[in-house]
């Protein structure tokens, strides 16, 4: 089984990845951001406790993050593995996951981080908004805000899959194609 965290801040193209991975390893990719967004958009509890913070930039609380997260792993229980897109985002939501992985005899095979410079990032994200219907990406204040919130809260995600020796960062600039290929290089070691 390859469970593989997906990382990077918002616009670096995990979820485009994610996509073009899961087919070529076969795991299943499991977004937060897409959850939410469904979440958000047939109005449930969680979507409306979630939209709350998604809207001011900020991160949804640990808990109801990772408890959405275990449901989705279970409802998939015969998966070769899950490609982790927008999770963990803290150390303790990190220590969650590793613990539930290993309640299932499995483990997180790497991080694998997409490295983007931030100016390029709140240029794909403004023009991301003009289609996605996403609120947080057509607002360059919210935008700032999010990677303000990525800085102080998720990138010392890295320091922890570096001191297990999981850490795999990848130039995010270029095509899709070569990125890809990047990040394949990366998955096949793993």
């Avoid at 990845?17 to 897409?34: P, W």
């Avoid at 997180?108 to 709140?122: F, H, Q, S, T, Y």
Wanted: net charge negative; aromatic share 8%.
């Amino acid at each position: 089984m390859k469970n593989i965290v997906l990382f990077g801040p918002p616009g670096a193209g995990k979820g485009t990845q994610a996509t073009l991975l899961k087919e070529k390893y076969n795991l299943v990719h499991i977004s937060t951001g897409d959850v939410f967004r469904f979440n958000i958009k047939n109005q449930t509890e969680l979507g409306l406790l979630a939209k709350k913070y998604m809207d001011e930039g900020d991160l949804v609380p640990d808990e109801v993050t990772i408890n959405m997260l275990k449901a989705e792993v279970e409802k998939n229980a015969d998966a070769n593995g899950f490609i982790f897109d927008g999770f963990p985002r803290t150390e303790s939501q990190a220590i969650a996951l590793d613990a539930f992985l290993t309640e299932k005899g499995v483990q997180i095979n790497g991080m694998v981080a997409l490295e983007v410079p931030e100016d390029l990032l709140v240029e794909r994200l403004l023009e991301r908004g003009k289609t996605s219907g996403r609120t947080d990406d057509t607002d360059e204040g919210k935008i700032r805000n999010r990677f303000n919130e990525y800085n102080t809260k998720t990138a010392v995600l890295k320091e922890y899959y570096q001191a297990q020796g999981n850490y795999y960062g990848v130039n995010g600039v270029g095509s899709i194609e070569d990125i890809t290929n990047r990040l394949a290089d990366v998955f096949d070691k793993l």
